[in-house]
């Protein structure tokens, strides 16, 4: 079962936040998120490729999240800095965590209803496989831009 419900939250900066309601394939974990950022990301990393089988397209959702049935929420330790968080029922992939931020970033495909959505930036764009391409144009960063830029954050 999923559920989801999309209301629009004042203007944070420039970006309009939205806020949504989501689950899990199997209604295990229920997620409600007050701060869903619409620029969204698309990682090619490798790791992202292996664990969703292919880029991963993920909302910045701050830390005001709250999540039901945690004790379904799997956790993979995926990095020094973030580790990813999954349905242990139904294997939805839920979250990637950073460890030091506690910094939420969801697959988009988890809110059907966001307004607004805009993809604007792909991250390690220099371990995209040849065999896509999206006609989007959206900022990039390389993974040596992307350590430079985050290393207070990893
Ligand atoms: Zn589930
Ligand atoms: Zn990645």
């Avoid at 292996?50 to 990095?79: H, L, R």
């Avoid at 604007?120 to 040596?144: I, L």
């Amino acid at each position: 079962m999923l559920v989801a419900d999309v209301i629009c939250s004042p203007v944070k900066g420039s970006i309009l936040m939205l806020n949504s309601e989501t689950s899990c394939l199997c209604g295990s974990v229920k997620i409600k998120v007050e701060e869903i950022n619409p620029k969204f990301t698309v990682c090619h990393c490798e790791a992202c490729r292996v664990w969703g089988g292919g880029p991963f397209f993920a909302v910045q959702c701050g830390t005001n999240v709250k999540i039901k049935g945690n004790e379904k929420v799997k956790m993979y330790d995926s990095s020094s800095w973030a580790s990813r968080g999954f349905c242990s029922d139904c294997g939805t992939h839920l979250f990637f965590k950073f460890k030091k931020t506690g910094e939420y970033n969801m697959p988009v495909g988890l809110f059907p209803n966001l307004k607004g959505l805009e993809m604007s930036m792909q991250y390690f764009s220099d371990q995209r496989p040849n065999y896509y391409c999206f006609s989007n144009e959206t900022k990039e960063m390389t993974k040596a831009e992307i350590m430079a830029h985050f290393a207070s954050q990893i």
